[in-house]
């Protein structure tokens, strides 16, 4: 029994530690292409992008919002994704 329960968590520790070696894979290569540009609206589609596309992150959509220091306020930037909830379902 205890030998069980230490199969179980290892396989459970294993998982955990693929995806997160598989979202950090995603995170390296979202950088890497944001050092190909300096202009932000490039910049905001690779991230936004980066999250979204094949498995990315696990988002079927996104929302990138800065922040206006002189204004004081959060902006909404940039958004990608479906349309609708409907459409969101399909893409799943």
Do not use: W
């Amino acid at each position: 029994m205890l030998n069980l329960c230490i199969m179980e968590e290892t396989t459970k520790l294993k998982q955990e530690l693929d995806r997160t070696k598989t979202e950090l894979g995603i995170l390296y290569e979202i950088s890497n292409a944001m050092r190909t540009t300096l202009r932000l609206d490039e910049i905001l589609y690779i991230i936004l992008t980066g999250v979204t596309a094949h498995i990315g992150l696990g988002f079927n959509r996104a929302l990138l919002f800065l922040i206006n220091e002189k204004d004081g306020i959060i902006e909404g930037k940039m958004g990608i994704g479906p349309e609708s909830g409907e459409e969101a379902g399909r893409i799943c």
